[in-house]
């Protein structure tokens, strides 16, 4: 049986551990007969969650998603910090547990915008090396801090004792390129401990959320999978409907009126909208003297 290519659309897949974010991607471009594929937001193979993909030629607006601030939930056990800083790694650091008034104490000192040195194994390059092919093939990696945005940390689920605290749950806000793995590691580290995660999972990405996700298995097993549409890519922005006029220079470059609020727009063929509008372009605001326009950036039907 001959497979088409898939439209141009947004897949919101629900990843399991023990998988990469690259491994989701493949799965997609074989269910979906499509080369072109992206993803927003690296997940960690022990990871699971929410995973934003683009498809055909949506891979172009992948910059402009609304998909911060992530939002993830995770395990957090105390007492032992490990190479990887997760479950799967060996144990580097020993340390006695804390206790719940430390720990609470440290949040605000993890929050806000701060220096985050990231786990040696990442994705980060270190002469043009991935970090986690370093530490894998025994060097000492040390990489230098990177400033991050941390809205929110929630720790709930205490185990243990208020004076030995063995677990915890944390949920955590955040901006992206943070590492939840090293969130653990200096919250420990503040209350006199050591910690390492033993679960991680992305709840949310800006206005993406799980309720909205397939799991991976149907990906695999061969059932139909349906796009939204490119145009759900661009939630959060605005949108403006185009008369067919409108559609004819859009598709060709040209700038058309600027009717709605933004600095960018998801603009739509108006002929389409009593469906929610097929998307023919994303634009960015530019004054002129004929008053503002919308000058496409990216055009997603051919002239």
């Known amino acids: 049986m001959t497979r088409h290519p898939a439209p141009d659309g947004l897949l919101l897949v629900d990843k399991p551990a023990g998988v990469t974010s690259h491994d989701v991607v493949n799965a997609a471009r074989r269910a979906l007969g499509e080369k072109r594929i992206g993803h927003g937001g690296t997940l960690d193979p022990f990871a699971t969650g929410l995973l934003v993909l683009l498809v055909g030629r949506a891979t172009r607006l992948l910059q402009w998603l609304h998909d911060e601030p992530k939002v993830y939930e995770a395990m957090v056990r105390f007492g032992a910090e490990t190479d990887t800083e997760d479950l799967g790694g060996q144990v580097s650091r020993e340390a006695p547990l804390p206790s719940r008034a430390a720990l609470m104490a440290a949040v605000p000192s993890v929050c806000g915008d701060v220096d985050q040195v990231p786990p040696a194994y990442s994705a980060k390059r270190v002469d043009g090396r991935r970090a986690y092919d370093l530490a894998r093939a025994g060097h000492d990696v040390v990489l230098k801090p990177v400033r991050v945005r941390i809205d929110e940390v929630a720790l709930s689920g205490f185990e243990g004792s208020d004076d030995a605290v063995s677990t915890c749950r944390m949920r955590v806000t955040c901006g992206g390129g943070t590492y939840v793995r090293a969130i653990a590691r200096d919250l420990a580290r503040r209350a006199g401990s050591a910690a390492h995660l033993t679960a991680l999972r992305r709840e949310r990405a800006g206005v993406f959320s799980l309720a909205r996700s397939i799991p991976l298995e149907l990906l695999r097993s061969g059932a139909p999978v349906v796009l939204a549409p490119a145009v759900d890519a661009l939630e959060g922005h605005a949108h403006q409907a185009l008369s067919p006029d409108e559609v004819a220079k859009v598709v060709r470059g040209i700038d058309v009126e600027a009717r709605v609020d933004g ?30 326009r919308w000058q496409p950036r990216v055009v997603m039907r051919d002239a």
Not at 269 to 279: F, K, N, R, Y
Request: negative net charge; hydrophobic residues 45%; without cysteine.
């Open 263 to 292: 600095a960018f727009a998801a603009l739509l063929d108006g002929e389409s909208a009593h469906s929610g509008g097929l998307l023919v372009a994303f634009a960015e605001r530019r004054p002129g003297e004929r008053g503002d």
